[in-house]
């Protein structure tokens, strides 16, 4: 019985050993993981700023092309009005020039039958 109760002990003792064998692998590996877990969140808040910084100058970037828009839709705007007024100046030019063809035709008749 005593034999028993010893070869009871020693099985118990043998599981509780291997037991804290892998408890201390497992602690091991926790605490490798967990420096791993901070160096990688220290690798994304790096990233993070990084992002940010880049999404403000984008956003600094895009108002300013915004307003350079707003800028040129308005120059575009004045040059169509200055376009239109031109041609509008041009009719008005060729209608003259219609109309004074005539006039000058019989001009340049006269002063050819002085000559």
Known sequence: MLTDKQ???AINIE???????????VQEKVSTLRGDLQETIAT???KKQATDELIEKVTVAYAGAEEEKKAAN????NCAK?????????AMADQELVEALPAMNEAQKAV????
């Open 74 to 77: 308005i120059e575009e705007d």
């Open 82 to 90: 200055l376009a239109a007024e031109a041609q509008q100046i041009q």
């Open 15 to 25: 599981r509780v050993e291997k037991g804290l064998d892998i408890m201390n692998k």
């Open 112 to 115: 050819d039958c002085l000559d």
């Open 44 to 46: 994304v808040e790096t």
């Open 7 to 9: 070869n009871t002990v």
